[in-house]
C-alpha cells in the first residue's frame, strides 16, 4: 500500500517507519495521523516484522507536532475528537504486539514527544530537542502529553515542560529518563538498527507479552499487578517459544523461535 506522508520499508525483521513531511518538519496532520494508524495496522500480524523503528524524513526533525493550520480551525468538539484521534494512534503503539523504537533525529516537539512517548523505547540524536510547546499557542498537549509526560519523568518535571512551553535538551532528556540513550547524529539510525536487531533474536511471543504485562500492571496496585504477571507467565510458559528458548540454552544451542 501506497503513504502520501510516509515512507516505508521492510528488511531483516525490521519494519521502518520514516514520516515524510520535511517541508513542515514532519508535523501530523490528519492524514498522515491516519497513515501511520493503517501502517500500524497492517504489520500487526506480518510475520516478517518483528520490531518497527519511527523517525522523520530530513536532518532537522522527529515530528515538529501536530499541525497548527488544522488546530487553528478546531472548535470544542472537533478539538476533541482530534485529540481522540490522535490518542488512538498514541494507543495502538504503546500496545503494540512488537517493540516501537522511536529515533528522535531532530526537533520531538508537541505530537512529536508524545508519539515518542508512545513508542516503547526512545534513541535521540544528541541534538535532538524535546518538549509540548503548546501552551505558547493558547493549547494543551492532547495526544496524551500530560498524562505520559508526567507518568515517565514526574509530575515536578511533567509540569515544568508543559507549564513553560521550552525546549528538552537530548542531555536532559537522558537524564530525566524521557530518551534511553543518546546518540551522536552520524551513528543515530545504525545504533536503533543494532538495538532493533538485538531485540528481535528474543522470542516473539515473549516481547509481546512483557510489553503487556509492562503496560497493564503499571498504573494498578503492586499485588494486582503481580497477579497480571503471574497470569501472562502462565502463557508464556505454554508456548513452544519458551520451550524451545529453555532447551536450547540447555543444549547450548541457538535458539530457533518461530513465534508460536
Ligand atoms: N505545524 C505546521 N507546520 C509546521 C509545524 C507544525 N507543528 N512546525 C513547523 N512547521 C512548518 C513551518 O510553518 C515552515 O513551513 P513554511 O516553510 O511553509 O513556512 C516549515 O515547517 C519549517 O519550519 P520553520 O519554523 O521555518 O523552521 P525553523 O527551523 O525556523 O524552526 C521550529 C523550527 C521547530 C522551532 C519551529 O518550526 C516551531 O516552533 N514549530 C512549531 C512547534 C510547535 O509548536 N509544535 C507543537 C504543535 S502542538
Redesign the pocket.
Known amino acids: 500500500m501506497d503513504f502520501k506522508n510516509l515512507w516505508l520499508r521492510q528488511a531483516e525483521g525490521l519494519g521502518w517507519i520514516t514520516i515524510n513531511r520535511p517541508?513542515?518538519?514532519n508535523?501530523l496532520n490528519r492524514e498522515t495521523i491516519e497513515e501511520l494508524i493503517q501502517a500500524f495496522e497492517n504489520w500487526r500480524h506480518d510475520e516478517e516484522v518483528l520490531a518497527v523503528i519511527l523517525t522523520g524524513a530530513g536532518e532537522?526533525?522527529f515530528v515538529?507536532?501536530?499541525?497548527?493550520?488544522e488546530?487553528a480551525r478546531l472548535d470544542e468538539s472537533s478539538g476533541r475528537e482530534y485529540a481522540r484521534r490522535g490518542q488512538e494512534l498514541t494507543l495502538i503503539i504503546e500496545n503494540y504486539p512488537k517493540p516501537v523504537l522511536a529515533v528522535i533525529n531532530g526537533?520531538a516537539?508537541?505530537?512529536g514527544t508524545e508519539l515518542a512517548m508512545a513508542c516503547h523505547l526512545r534513541l535521540a540524536s544528541e541534538t535532538a530537542k524535546m518538549g509540548q510547546?503548546?501552551v505558547?499557542?493558547g493549547?494543551i498537549p492532547g495526544f496524551g502529553g500530560t498524562q505520559r509526560l508526567a507518568r515517565l519523568i514526574g509530575k515536578g518535571r511533567a509540569l515544568e515542560v508543559i507549564l513553560s512551553g521550552r525546549m528538552v535538551t537530548a542531555s536532559e532528556a537522558l537524564s530525566w529518563g524521557l530518551v534511553n540513550r543518546v546518540v551522536p547524529t552520524e551513528r543515530l539510525m545504525e545504533e536503533a538498527e543494532n538495538l532493533a536487531k538485538e531485540i528481535i533474536k528474543n522470542g516473539p511471543l515473549a516481547l509481546g507479552l512483557a510489553i503487556e504485562a509492562i503496560n497493564r500492571g503499571l498504573d494498578r496496585p503492586l499485588e494486582e499487578a503481580l497477579e497480571i504477571e503471574a497470569e501472562i507467565f502462565g502463557q508464556v510458559c505454554a508456548t513452544e517459544d519458551a520451550r524451545e528458548g529453555t532447551a536450547a540454552f540447555l543444549e547450548k544451542r541457538p535458539p530457533r523461535f518461530r513465534g508460536q
Open positions: 517541508d513542515k518538519l508535523a532537522k526533525a515538529a507536532g501536530a499541525d497548527i493550520s488546530l526537533y516537539l508537541g505530537g510547546p503548546e505558547k499557542l493549547l
